[in-house]
């Protein structure tokens, strides 16, 4: 493997996310049309999002802000305080991720506005524990929903050219 994609699996590991967690979210995305579909299936799916430069920019990017945010070392206070409530109408966390999921087309954007409504699995957790322990996962959550959205949209693309 490519030593920034290492690196990025590296950097979801030290906050808590593994591979099969986004495997999973990727799973529950295409469950209503795969119902015998594994998360094992979609490890492929989730390593090869990964392994996009732009995907990798994106993760180490968003997580260094988050943990930036929470060691209270941002220079700007407004942001900072704005990343450590996940302050609903900051909206950049989002259009990091939305980077991640335009590599993908249109599917992976939906699949992305789904899970991220819908909080499931790791994603629910990042999002919880962001909110009541302290931690900094403002752009962490959705970046771990882009990349389950956009592995769950290759799937479905290479599924329908069988």
């Given at each position: 493997m490519e030593e920034l994609a290492q690196h990025c699996i590296d950097l979801l590991a030290?906050?808590?996310?593994?591979?099969?967690?986004?495997?999973?979210?990727?799973?529950?995305?295409?469950s209503d049309y795969h119902v015998d579909l594994k998360k094992e299936e979609l490890v492929e799916s989730v390593l090869s999002v990964i392994s996009?430069?732009?995907?990798?920019?994106?993760?180490v990017t968003g997580i260094e802000m988050d943990k930036v945010a929470e060691q209270h070392k941002m220079d700007?206070?407004?942001?900072?305080?704005?990343?450590?409530r996940d302050e609903p109408l900051f909206g950049v966390d989002e259009v990091l991720a939305y980077g991640i999921c335009n590599l993908y087309g249109s599917i992976a954007m939906t699949n992305f506005g789904f899970i991220d409504k819908n909080k499931y699995g790791i994603i629910a957790k990042l999002n919880e524990a962001g909110k009541s322990t302290g931690v900094c996962n403002t752009?962490?959550?959705?970046i771990v929903g882009a990349i389950?959205?956009?592995?769950?949209?290759?799937?479905?693309?290479?599924?329908i050219k069988k």
């Open positions: 030290s906050r808590g996310v593994s591979i099969d967690d986004i495997a999973d979210c990727a799973r529950y995305l295409q996009k430069r732009e995907a990798q920019f994106a993760i700007d206070k407004v942001l900072e305080a704005a990343l450590l752009f962490l959550d959705d389950a959205a956009s592995a769950a949209s290759r799937f479905a693309h290479r599924w």
